[in-house]
C-alpha cells in the first residue's frame, strides 16, 4: 500500500513541530517555556463571549450558508470600512476556519501547476508549503534586515518573468515585524501596473498589532483592488485563536471560486463563532488596544534583554509578536557535547538545554535567523530569555 504523493511535495510546519516538542518535556515534568506558538496570551474579550452565549441559548446551532452568514459579512464590510476606509460588499467576502484556510483557499483558486509564486522572505512557513500543494512553483526573493525585511520594487520587478502568478507577502509580517508603509506599498503598486495579470495575497492578520502607526493596505490602490486578495481573521487581534475565523475580501468571481473549494472541503465555519466574530468586529477594539499595548511594552523589554546577549544581529520589529534575530555568530560553536551547525541546532539546543522553545527560521526562508515570540507573560518572558543567556554563555 503506498499513500499519495502529495505529501512529499511539502513540510509539517516548524512550528506547530516545536509546540509538539515542548508539550512533549512538559509533559515528561520539565519547565518550558513557549517562545514558538504566535498565540496571544490574552483571553477573549468578555463581550465577544457573551455574543457566544447568547447565540447558543437563541440555538444558532445548525448548518450555514459555506460563505457565512449574512450579518457576519456585513460586519466584515463594516470594518473593512471603518479600520481601512475600503469598500467591499458581503458578495466579496467569505468566511473560513481561520486565515490558514483562507489562504489554501485563495491559493488554490489562483494557483495552476507551473505557476510561479513569489514570496519574499522571511514568510509564513505556510505560505510556500500551500503553493507546493497547489502545484505551483515558489520564487524567494530574499530580504535583509538592512532593507528593513521588505522586498524593493527593484527586486520585485527583477522576479518577475512570464510564469508569475501571484504575489503574497504579510505586512504586520510573521515572523520580521516588518510593517509596510503607505509609501512602500505605493511603489510596489506600480510595478504591479505593468504587470495586470498578477494577483496579489495580502495577509493582513497582524494589522492591529502595529508598533509605528496606522495599518496600511494595499487594497487602499483602486485600480488593483480587483487583483487583490485580503486575507485577515480573529486570532491574533481579538484574542480568537481557538475559535477558527477567517475571511477574504476579494472580487466576486475569486470570492465565489473559494467559496467552491471550500463546499467541498469543510463548508462553513462554526455557527457560534460567526455571532461572536459579529460582536468583535463591530464592536468597541478597546481590547485589541489594550493587547497591543502591553504588546509594545513586552517588545521594548526583549529588545532591552537581548543587548546582553553577545552575537545576535536583531531588527526591530514594526509589528506582530516576535522577534527575529540572526544567530549565525553560533553556528560552529560547542557547549562540548552539542555543536551548533544550523539554525535548527540552535533551536533544539534552546529547548534541551534552557528549556526555551523558538522555531529555526529555515522555516520561514531565512536559514541563519530564529523566530522567538513575545505573545507570553512578562515573566516567562524575562525568565525565558535568562535561561537562553544562560545557555548561549556555555558555547565556545
Same mark, same amino acid.
Given at each position: ?7 512529499? !511535495? ?15 518535556? !512538559? ?10 506558538? &504566535? ?33 457576519? !459579512? ?51 512557513? *505556510? $505560505? ?15 530580504? *535583509? ?53 498578477? $494577483? ?5 492578520? $497582524? ?38 475565523? &477567517? ?15 471550500? &463546499? ?8 457560534? *463563532? ?7 468586529? *463591530? ?65 533544539? $539546543? ?28 512578562? &515573566? ?6 535568562? !535561561? ?9
Amino acid at each position: 500500500m503506498q499513500l499519495s504523493t502529495l505529501l512529499s !511535495r511539502f513540510n509539517e510546519p516548524e512550528t506547530l513541530k516545536m509546540a509538539k516538542l515542548g508539550r512533549e518535556l !512538559r509533559a515528561k515534568g520539565i519547565d518550558v517555556i513557549d517562545l514558538s506558538l &504566535g498565540e496571544p496570551d490574552f483571553d477573549t474579550p468578555q463581550h465577544i463571549k457573551d455574543a457566544a452565549i447568547k447565540a447558543i441559548n437563541d440555538n444558532w446551532s445548525h448548518y450555514t450558508p459555506v460563505a457565512g452568514f449574512a450579518d457576519l !459579512r456585513e460586519a466584515i464590510c463594516f470594518k473593512l470600512k471603518r479600520d481601512n476606509n475600503l469598500d467591499y460588499k458581503p458578495e466579496n467576502i467569505i468566511t473560513s476556519t481561520g486565515a490558514k484556510q483562507s489562504l489554501a483557499n485563495a491559493i488554490y483558486a489562483v494557483v495552476d501547476n507551473g505557476d510561479e509564486v513569489i514570496i519574499p522572505t522571511p514568510y509564513w512557513v *505556510t $505560505y510556500s508549503e500551500l503553493v507546493k500543494m497547489a502545484g505551483g512553483k515558489v520564487v524567494q526573493v530574499r530580504t *535583509t534586515p538592512e532593507s528593513g525585511f521588505k522586498i524593493s520594487p527593484q527586486q520585485l520587478d527583477a522576479a518577475i518573468t512570464g510564469k508569475t502568478k501571484l504575489f503574497m507577502f504579510s505586512s504586520p509580517c510573521n515572523p520580521s515585524g516588518a510593517v509596510y508603509s503607505k509609501a512602500e506599498l505605493s511603489a510596489l503598486a506600480e510595478v504591479f501596473r505593468k504587470h495586470p495579470e498578477i $494577483y496579489i495575497i495580502a495577509d493582513e492578520i $497582524y494589522e492591529y498589532i502595529n508598533f509605528v502607526g496606522g495599518h496600511e493596505s494595499i487594497a487602499q490602490f483602486d485600480d488593483l483592488k480587483d487583483r487583490i486578495i485580503l486575507i485577515n481573521g480573529l486570532s491574533k487581534g481579538f484574542a480568537m485563536t481557538g475559535w477558527r475565523l &477567517g475571511y477574504i475580501a476579494a472580487n466576486t468571481d475569486i470570492a465565489k471560486a473559494c467559496e467552491k473549494i471550500q &463546499g467541498q472541503m469543510t463548508s462553513a465555519t462554526c455557527s457560534i *463563532t460567526q455571532k461572536a466574530a459579529v460582536a468583535a468586529l *463591530t464592536g468597541d477594539t478597546k481590547s485589541s488596544m489594550e493587547m497591543t499595548a502591553e504588546f509594545t511594552r513586552r517588545r521594548a523589554r526583549v529588545l532591552e534583554l537581548i543587548k546582553d546577549i553577545p552575537g545576535f544581529k536583531c531588527f526591530e520589529p514594526e509589528g506582530a509578536f516576535y522577534i527575529f534575530p540572526d544567530v549565525s555568530y553560533y553556528y560552529g560553536k560547542s557547549d562540548g557535547t552539542t555543536t551548533i551547525g544550523n539554525a535548527a541546532d540552535f533551536s533544539m $539546543y534552546l529547548l534541551n538545554t534552557a528549556h526555551v522553545s523558538s522555531v529555526m527560521g529555515d522555516a520561514f526562508g531565512e536559514p541563519n535567523c530564529v523566530r522567538f515570540s513575545f505573545a507570553n507573560s512578562m &515573566g516567562n518572558i524575562e525568565k525565558a530569555w535568562e !535561561r537562553i543567556k544562560q545557555a548561549l554563555a556555555k558555547l565556545k
